[in-house]
T-cell receptor, first 116, second 113 residues
Framework: KQEVTQIPAALSVPEGENLVLNCSFTDSAIYNLQWFRQDPGKGLTSLLL?????REQTSGRLNASLDKSSGRSTLYIAASQPGDSATYLCAVPHMYSGGGADGLTFGKGTHLIIQP | DVKVTQSSRYLVKRTGEKVFLECVQD?????MFWYRQDPGLGLRLIYF???????EKGDIPEGYSVSREKKERFSLILESASTNQTSMYLC????????????FGAGTRLSVL
Protein backbone atom coordinates (compact mmCIF):
# COMPACT_ATOMS: atom_id res chain seq x y z
CA LYS A 1 0.00 0.00 0.00
CA GLN A 2 1.35 3.40 -0.98
CA GLU A 3 2.52 5.60 1.89
CA VAL A 4 3.42 9.26 1.51
CA THR A 5 5.58 11.02 4.08
CA GLN A 6 6.34 14.70 4.39
CA ILE A 7 9.25 16.16 6.28
CA PRO A 8 9.35 18.40 8.23
CA ALA A 9 5.88 18.44 9.76
CA ALA A 10 6.30 22.12 10.60
CA LEU A 11 8.73 24.82 9.58
CA SER A 12 9.13 28.46 10.60
CA VAL A 13 11.54 30.73 8.73
CA PRO A 14 12.14 34.46 8.35
CA GLU A 15 10.77 36.23 5.32
CA GLY A 16 13.05 36.20 2.28
CA GLU A 17 14.61 32.79 2.84
CA ASN A 18 14.62 30.06 0.24
CA LEU A 19 13.28 26.79 1.55
CA VAL A 20 12.71 23.16 0.59
CA LEU A 21 9.82 20.91 1.55
CA ASN A 22 10.27 17.18 1.20
CA CYS A 23 7.89 14.41 0.15
CA SER A 24 8.66 10.70 -0.12
CA PHE A 25 6.52 7.81 -1.34
CA THR A 26 7.01 4.07 -0.97
CA ASP A 27 5.76 2.80 -4.35
CA SER A 28 7.53 4.35 -7.32
CA ALA A 29 4.86 3.19 -9.81
CA ILE A 30 3.07 6.52 -9.96
CA TYR A 31 1.48 8.45 -12.81
CA ASN A 32 2.24 11.83 -11.33
CA LEU A 33 2.72 13.77 -8.12
CA GLN A 34 0.75 16.80 -7.12
CA TRP A 35 1.59 19.58 -4.65
CA PHE A 36 -1.23 21.45 -2.93
CA ARG A 37 -1.54 24.40 -0.61
CA GLN A 38 -4.16 24.57 2.15
CA ASP A 39 -4.96 27.69 4.14
CA PRO A 40 -6.51 27.24 7.61
CA GLY A 41 -10.09 26.00 7.43
CA LYS A 42 -10.09 26.05 3.65
CA GLY A 43 -9.97 23.62 0.75
CA LEU A 44 -6.91 22.63 -1.26
CA THR A 45 -5.39 24.67 -4.07
CA SER A 46 -3.32 22.81 -6.64
CA LEU A 47 0.15 24.33 -7.03
CA LEU A 48 2.02 21.99 -9.36
CA LEU A 49 1.53 18.60 -10.98
CA UNK A 50 4.58 16.67 -12.19
CA UNK A 51 4.01 13.80 -14.58
CA UNK A 52 6.07 10.67 -13.99
CA UNK A 53 8.11 11.39 -17.13
CA UNK A 54 9.10 14.85 -15.91
CA ARG A 55 11.89 15.86 -13.55
CA GLU A 56 10.75 19.39 -12.69
CA GLN A 57 7.87 21.81 -12.87
CA THR A 58 8.02 25.51 -12.17
CA SER A 59 5.39 28.10 -11.37
CA GLY A 60 6.60 31.54 -10.35
CA ARG A 61 8.67 31.22 -7.17
CA LEU A 62 7.80 27.53 -6.83
CA ASN A 63 9.80 24.67 -8.28
CA ALA A 64 8.91 21.03 -7.77
CA SER A 65 11.22 18.15 -8.61
CA LEU A 66 10.51 14.46 -8.90
CA ASP A 67 12.87 11.50 -8.61
CA LYS A 68 10.65 8.47 -9.17
CA SER A 69 13.36 5.88 -8.71
CA SER A 70 14.20 7.09 -5.22
CA GLY A 71 10.58 7.87 -4.33
CA ARG A 72 11.17 11.54 -3.59
CA SER A 73 9.87 14.96 -4.51
CA THR A 74 10.84 18.39 -3.28
CA LEU A 75 9.03 21.71 -3.37
CA TYR A 76 11.39 24.66 -3.48
CA ILE A 77 10.03 28.07 -2.53
CA ALA A 78 12.24 31.02 -3.45
CA ALA A 79 12.28 34.32 -1.59
CA SER A 80 9.57 33.32 0.86
CA GLN A 81 6.85 35.81 1.84
CA PRO A 82 4.39 35.92 4.77
CA GLY A 83 1.61 35.13 2.28
CA ASP A 84 3.26 31.75 1.68
CA SER A 85 2.27 30.69 5.20
CA ALA A 86 0.02 27.65 4.82
CA THR A 87 0.08 23.86 4.95
CA TYR A 88 1.66 22.21 1.90
CA LEU A 89 0.56 18.74 0.92
CA CYS A 90 1.89 16.31 -1.65
CA ALA A 91 -0.21 13.53 -3.13
CA VAL A 92 0.09 10.65 -5.60
CA PRO A 93 -2.73 8.73 -7.33
CA HIS A 94 -3.84 5.41 -5.88
CA MET A 95 -2.81 2.63 -8.19
CA TYR A 96 -4.77 -0.58 -8.30
CA SER A 97 -3.89 -4.04 -9.56
CA GLY A 98 -5.56 -3.51 -12.93
CA GLY A 99 -3.02 -0.80 -13.70
CA GLY A 100 -5.41 2.09 -13.35
CA ALA A 101 -5.60 4.78 -10.74
CA ASP A 102 -8.27 6.55 -8.82
CA GLY A 103 -8.18 8.86 -5.82
CA LEU A 104 -5.12 10.43 -4.23
CA THR A 105 -2.94 9.29 -1.36
CA PHE A 106 -1.81 12.32 0.64
CA GLY A 107 1.04 13.06 2.95
CA LYS A 108 0.13 14.68 6.25
CA GLY A 109 1.57 18.01 5.14
CA THR A 110 4.18 20.55 6.17
CA HIS A 111 2.82 23.49 8.17
CA LEU A 112 4.85 26.49 7.02
CA ILE A 113 5.09 29.84 8.81
CA ILE A 114 6.96 32.73 7.25
CA GLN A 115 7.85 35.33 9.85
CA PRO A 116 7.63 38.97 8.68
CA ASP B 1 -11.40 28.43 -13.86
CA VAL B 2 -12.71 25.17 -12.51
CA LYS B 3 -15.16 25.64 -9.74
CA VAL B 4 -16.09 22.98 -7.21
CA THR B 5 -18.82 24.14 -4.87
CA GLN B 6 -19.78 22.49 -1.63
CA SER B 7 -23.21 23.55 -0.47
CA SER B 8 -22.36 24.15 3.19
CA ARG B 9 -19.22 25.42 4.91
CA TYR B 10 -20.39 24.40 8.38
CA LEU B 11 -22.98 21.87 9.53
CA VAL B 12 -24.06 20.76 12.99
CA LYS B 13 -26.10 17.58 13.22
CA ARG B 14 -27.34 15.22 15.91
CA THR B 15 -26.31 11.60 16.31
CA GLY B 16 -28.56 9.35 14.26
CA GLU B 17 -29.60 12.00 11.74
CA LYS B 18 -29.34 11.37 8.02
CA VAL B 19 -26.94 13.92 6.55
CA PHE B 20 -26.44 14.98 2.95
CA LEU B 21 -23.30 16.77 1.79
CA GLU B 22 -23.62 18.20 -1.71
CA CYS B 23 -20.92 18.98 -4.25
CA VAL B 24 -21.26 20.54 -7.69
CA GLN B 25 -18.58 21.10 -10.35
CA ASP B 26 -18.94 23.26 -13.44
CA UNK B 27 -16.24 21.88 -15.75
CA UNK B 28 -17.91 18.76 -17.12
CA UNK B 29 -15.40 16.57 -15.27
CA UNK B 30 -15.90 12.82 -15.45
CA UNK B 31 -14.57 12.06 -12.00
CA MET B 32 -15.59 13.23 -8.56
CA PHE B 33 -14.25 12.34 -5.13
CA TRP B 34 -15.10 12.66 -1.46
CA TYR B 35 -12.33 12.84 1.16
CA ARG B 36 -12.34 13.49 4.86
CA GLN B 37 -9.55 15.29 6.69
CA ASP B 38 -8.72 14.72 10.35
CA PRO B 39 -5.84 16.01 12.47
CA GLY B 40 -3.03 13.49 12.60
CA LEU B 41 -4.63 11.29 9.93
CA GLY B 42 -4.53 13.62 6.94
CA LEU B 43 -6.87 13.27 3.98
CA ARG B 44 -8.44 9.92 3.26
CA LEU B 45 -10.57 8.86 0.30
CA ILE B 46 -14.14 7.86 1.15
CA TYR B 47 -15.75 7.27 -2.27
CA PHE B 48 -15.24 8.30 -5.85
CA UNK B 49 -17.24 8.23 -9.05
CA UNK B 50 -15.95 7.99 -12.62
CA UNK B 51 -19.31 8.38 -14.35
CA UNK B 52 -22.97 9.09 -13.70
CA UNK B 53 -24.51 6.41 -11.48
CA UNK B 54 -21.09 4.79 -11.03
CA UNK B 55 -19.36 4.69 -7.67
CA GLU B 56 -16.36 3.01 -6.12
CA LYS B 57 -15.31 2.63 -2.51
CA GLY B 58 -12.21 4.38 -1.31
CA ASP B 59 -10.20 3.60 1.80
CA ILE B 60 -12.84 4.38 4.44
CA PRO B 61 -16.36 3.88 3.01
CA GLU B 62 -17.95 2.44 6.15
CA GLY B 63 -20.88 4.52 7.37
CA TYR B 64 -21.14 6.47 4.11
CA SER B 65 -22.89 6.16 0.79
CA VAL B 66 -22.87 8.35 -2.31
CA SER B 67 -25.14 9.36 -5.14
CA ARG B 68 -24.34 10.65 -8.60
CA GLU B 69 -27.51 11.13 -10.62
CA LYS B 70 -26.09 13.94 -12.75
CA LYS B 71 -22.56 14.44 -14.03
CA GLU B 72 -22.02 17.73 -12.22
CA ARG B 73 -23.31 16.66 -8.80
CA PHE B 74 -21.89 14.18 -6.29
CA SER B 75 -23.54 13.72 -2.90
CA LEU B 76 -22.12 12.13 0.22
CA ILE B 77 -24.70 10.59 2.54
CA LEU B 78 -24.26 9.72 6.18
CA GLU B 79 -27.12 7.29 6.76
CA SER B 80 -27.04 7.61 10.56
CA ALA B 81 -24.51 10.20 11.69
CA SER B 82 -22.19 9.32 14.53
CA THR B 83 -19.79 11.44 16.57
CA ASN B 84 -16.77 9.79 14.93
CA GLN B 85 -17.92 11.29 11.64
CA THR B 86 -17.18 14.78 12.92
CA SER B 87 -14.62 15.96 10.40
CA MET B 88 -13.75 18.24 7.50
CA TYR B 89 -15.19 16.84 4.25
CA LEU B 90 -13.62 17.79 0.94
CA CYS B 91 -15.02 17.20 -2.52
CA UNK B 92 -12.83 17.13 -5.64
CA UNK B 93 -13.20 16.63 -9.36
CA UNK B 94 -10.88 15.81 -12.24
CA UNK B 95 -11.06 15.36 -15.98
CA UNK B 96 -9.73 11.81 -15.80
CA UNK B 97 -8.57 9.53 -13.06
CA UNK B 98 -4.81 9.41 -13.26
CA UNK B 99 -3.31 12.11 -15.39
CA UNK B 100 -5.05 15.28 -14.43
CA UNK B 101 -5.18 17.77 -11.62
CA UNK B 102 -7.81 17.28 -8.93
CA UNK B 103 -9.67 20.46 -8.08
CA PHE B 104 -11.05 20.82 -4.58
CA GLY B 105 -14.00 22.58 -3.03
CA ALA B 106 -13.71 24.78 0.07
CA GLY B 107 -14.75 21.98 2.40
CA THR B 108 -17.62 21.31 4.78
CA ARG B 109 -16.86 21.18 8.47
CA LEU B 110 -19.34 18.76 9.99
CA SER B 111 -19.92 18.45 13.72
CA VAL B 112 -22.04 15.56 14.97
CA LEU B 113 -23.23 16.06 18.53
Amino acid sequence: KQEVTQIPAALSVPEGENLVLNCSFTDSAIYNLQWFRQDPGKGLTSLLLIQSSQREQTSGRLNASLDKSSGRSTLYIAASQPGDSATYLCAVPHMYSGGGADGLTFGKGTHLIIQP
Amino acid sequence: DVKVTQSSRYLVKRTGEKVFLECVQDMDHENMFWYRQDPGLGLRLIYFSYDVKMKEKGDIPEGYSVSREKKERFSLILESASTNQTSMYLCASSLNLAGNIQYFGAGTRLSVL
